[in-house]
């Protein structure tokens, strides 16, 4: 079972540089969401999706875009990247939008932004 | 808004000790409770939950109990071992994306 998938595991960019954090989920799930990881700052939600075509913001949404186009894939794209977005940025799905549904990661996108 | 305070780390432990990492939570309604493990160099792992108070969540002898007077959720074990070694987050969601708590790192030494 692949259950969430994303690529790259690492990247390195220069300030100014775009690209998109690509996250992918086999489990039929409705519910997506990005978070990025900081040292002792925990996970902080960026967007979430509760199904295709359907996006919210979280709680540190700015300098980034998201897009659900299809129930599998929920890319990130960071428009501009900025040395404060060095970061590692999790991929999560599950199959209720909210409530007692466990969240299932991936393993992660080590970003360093130069 | 909803939140989650737990215990700051770094915990240092021997193996076979018994382990408490407190989490306690403030939250509207009536939140479901979550501890997540994360292994170095990996994404999070459900290790335990709970949806209603009084309920203990428990896995690989961790448990924890949905103590709605005390708004608290704290982990325990009571031997642990070196494998154990990793970050544990607290979490809730409350009809709402999950809030974490910043995460204990405990590091278990033979």
């Known amino acids: 079972n692949a259950g969430v998938t994303q690529t790259p595991k690492f990247q390195v960019l220069k300030t100014g540089q775009s690209m998109t954090l690509q996250c992918a989920q086999d489990?039929?799930?409705?519910?997506m969401s990005w978070y990025r990881q900081d040292p002792g700052m925990g996970l902080r939600l960026i967007h979430y999706s509760v199904g295709a075509g359907i996006t919210d913001q979280g709680e540190v949404p700015n300098g980034y875009n998201v897009s659900r186009s299809t129930t599998e894939d929920f890319p990130l794209r960071l428009l501009s990247a900025a040395p404060s977005q060095t970061s590692v940025y999790f991929c999560?799905?599950?199959?209720?939008?909210?409530?007692?549904?466990?969240?299932?990661f991936g393993d992660g996108t080590r970003l360093s932004i130069l | 808004g909803d939140s989650v305070t737990q215990m700051e780390g770094p915990v240092t432990l021997s193996e076979e000790a018994f382990l408490t990492i407190n989490c306690t939570y403030t939250a509207t309604g009536y939140p479901s409770l979550f501890w997540y493990v994360q292994y170095p160099g990996e994404g999070l792992q459900l290790l335990l939950k709970a949806t209603k108070a009084d309920d203990k969540g428990s896995n690989k002898g961790f448990e924890a109990t949905y103590r709605k007077e005390t708004t608290s959720f704290h982990l325990e074990k009571g031997s642990v071992q070196v494998s154990d070694s990793a970050v544990y987050f607290c979490?809730?969601?409350?009809?709402?994306?999950?809030?974490f708590g910043k995460g204990t790192r405990l590091s278990v030494i033979a």
């Open positions: 999560a799905s599950s199959k209720g939008q909210f409530g007692g549904q466990p969240q299932h």
């Open positions: 979490a809730l969601t409350a009809n709402t994306p999950l809030v």
């Open positions: 489990m039929n799930h409705e519910y």
